[in-house]
């Protein structure tokens, strides 16, 4: 075996277009390696400065029958030297692996895009999977596009041909081909991608000078085959100065969660059961036990948020994490933490539904289920990031209301946010504001519900000497913490437990506009639809349209001014992924006329179908159902 040799300091030579941002989907069967290809390039991008976004996409089936509609998994990522907040409407570039990744993907393509497919794979049997009666690699219905037509099973296989590999194990390198080519087409360095491909496959040298010289195969193809008229270059983007890393929601939940615990000075106990899309959560947490977490992996939901009742009970910090169907296992357990008024930090990485639904495409449909669905009146705080960064700083503050006001705190995200990466510049430890935990000790006058100012009661720690108390899910009396049947104590508990959560709106930032401060049209969105409504409102006013932004990050308590803020605009318009959940909310509180955007498809909201919904309200002045 030996690698190709050759410089790429340089770069590509020949013809150079320099180009703000690029959109570029890898798709394929689930056993290419398409997240893999992925990420790679994203990391690539990510070192040579751009501003990045991505959006995996893969199949819920464990493993659909390969070259199946089914199976067919993807990567999209943008690239961009200005700020960007999406992974992009449509991908520039498609990189198809067989016939069903053609078929599946080929309508995003934007007319006259780069179309690079493996030939190879258009064999009979793929492309009957794929339902195609034709080859459309000859009967023409790709003439829209820029098709490049490369065999990687024939190059994988002549350039690995003395390797010593099975046929099985050299087609697997194809996914480094393909990548080898794209390197190759935007000008990267092939350098670091060497190393990090002999770092990932450290434990096989034959296996990773395989993937090497694959790699080098496909960036070398491009410079001799002539395949491009030229190639691209994207400079870095301008970003704050500082340390960056690439980072998922789901790395910067768990990392919050590290940091929330080093703020506090307590111990982190962390008790889930694994479930797409939150499982990652639980993978990272266990690898930091030396920062003081403890992960628990439970027998199912309720035990998950059983145990960490019982451990915020002993004076640790609390979290459990699951999507929505465990979600609605754990609303007892959920229950009795604002029965008995205990710091809980709860994690909601939503998922279509309803019960398991899709379970690796996103959706926002829980909302409803968190506020409301549990038995009787149960009030708790729920906070949504708007971005894979913002999940860390949201973390902290999750846990920051969850210990200083003695109540649970959903932490809602969504499958686009946990698996989205983007750039994530490190803070300073001096940016991080500690965490205030007092655990009573004062046995003087003490009693187990005796309220402060924000009605909260003390977090004693079992075993305190004279702060002895029970405590559980029947009603107690107001100050003692009896058990207690009384009518008015009862009706006076509930009001008390929802005034110490709306008493929270008074110690949260106030709500934000991006854009004017009054106009046509406020677009009202939270968590992971960030990117897309923000880059609409701002494309919008670019075209002259008063068009502003606004979105929440806090949905329980609204922070005090949202209603104030609403009223100044002519056409309120809250999108979100579900049939209109933050809209009846605004509707029913502040008596508005708003509108919903609202899609149930699995997917994200794209710019361009949210700046269609909302333009016929800025030009015509019409009342319009929306529909994206």
Excluded at 188 to 203: G, H, L, Q
Excluded at 436 to 449: S, Y
Excluded at 541 to 564: K, M
Aim: with cysteine; hydrophobic share 40%.
């Amino acid at each position: 075996m030996s690698e190709l040799n050759g410089g790429s300091e340089g770069g590509p030579s020949g013809s150079v277009e320099e180009v703000d941002s690029v959109v570029i989907r890898f798709v394929g069967d689930s056993g290419d390696g398409m997240q893999l290809t992925g990420t790679e390039f994203t990391r690539t991008a990510a070192l040579s400065g751009n501003d990045i976004s991505t959006f995996p996409d893969f199949p819920s089936e464990i493993r659909a029958p390969a070259g199946s509609l089914a199976g067919v998994s993807g990567f999209q990522l943008q690239f961009s030297s200005q700020e960007i907040f999406t992974p992009g409407d449509a991908p520039d570039v498609l990189v198809a692996m067989n016939p069903a990744a053609l078929k599946t993907n080929l309508d995003d393509l934007v007319k006259g895009g780069l179309l690079l497919v493996d030939s190879g794979a258009f064999k009979k049997k793929n492309l009957e999977l794929a339902c195609y009666t034709t080859n459309p690699l000859e009967d023409g219905s790709l003439a829209d596009y820029r098709l490049i037509e490369v065999d990687f099973s024939k190059q994988v296989s002549t350039a690995l041909r003395s390797s010593g590999l099975s046929t099985k194990e050299i087609q697997r390198t194809r996914n480094f081909f393909a990548l080898g080519l794209i390197f190759w087409l935007y000008g990267r360095d092939t350098e670091p991608e060497i190393e990090a491909i002999r770092r990932k496959f450290a434990r096989s040298k034959q296996i990773a000078d395989a993937n090497v010289i694959s790699f080098q195969s496909g960036y070398y193809l491009g410079e001799t085959a002539g395949f491009f008229d030229n190639t691209y270059r994207v400079p870095p983007a301008k970003l704050l100065p500082g340390r960056y890393r690439n980072i998922t929601g789901n790395e910067a939940t768990a990392l919050g969660v590290v940091a929330a615990a080093q703020l506090s000075g307590s111990d982190v106990f962390y008790g889930s059961y694994p479930i797409t899309p939150a499982s990652d959560i639980l993978h990272y947490l266990a690898g930091y036990s030396r920062f003081g977490v403890t992960v628990f992996q439970a027998e199912d939901e309720i035990a998950a948020v059983a145990s960490t009742i019982g451990a915020s009970f002993g004076g640790a910090i609390g979290v459990t994490g699951t999507s929505g169907p465990g979600f609605a296992l754990k609303q007892e357990g959920i229950g009795l933490a604002i029965a008995v008024e205990l710091p809980l930090v709860v994690i909601n990485v939503q998922r279509a539904g309803p019960s398991t639904g899709m379970p690796t495409k996103t959706e926002q449909a829980d909302l409803a289920q968190v506020l409301v669905g549990r038995n009787g009146e149960s009030p708790l705080v729920v906070i949504a990031p708007a971005t894979p960064a913002e999940c860390f700083e949201y973390m902290i503050e999750a846990v920051r209301l969850s210990v200083e006001h003695m109540c649970p705190v959903v932490f809602l995200t969504d499958g686009s946010l946990a698996n989205g990466t983007e750039p994530w510049r490190l803070p300073d430890r001096e940016e991080l504001k500690t965490i205030r935990v007092e655990h009573h000790t004062d046995p003087d006058g003490f009693a187990p519900f005796l309220r402060n100012d924000d009605f909260v009661r003390p977090w004693a720690v079992p075993g305190t000497p004279g702060v002895e108390h029970r405590i559980g899910g029947l009603e107690k009396e107001d100050v003692t913490g009896n058990v207690c049947y009384d009518p008015l104590n009862h009706e006076h508990m509930t009001h008390v437990r929802e005034a110490k959560v709306q008493r929270i709106a008074s110690r949260i930032p106030l709500a934000e506009i991006d854009g004017s401060e009054s106009g046509d049209v406020l677009l009202v969105g939270w968590g992971g639809t960030f990117g897309a409504l923000h880059q609409a409102a701002k494309r919008m006013r670019a075209e002259g349209h008063a068009v502003a932004h606004l979105h929440l990050r806090y949905l329980n308590p609204l922070q005090s001014n949202v209603g104030e803020l609403l009223s100044r605009y002519r056409h309120v318009v809250v999108a979100e992924l579900n049939g209109g959940q933050l809209r009846s909310i605004l509707r029913d509180r502040f008596l508005i006329d708003a509108r919903g955007l609202n899609k149930v498809q699995g997917k994200p909201f794209k710019v361009g179908e949210v700046m269609e919904a909302i333009r016929p309200l800025v030009e015509s002045r019409q009342s319009t159902e929306l529909r994206a």
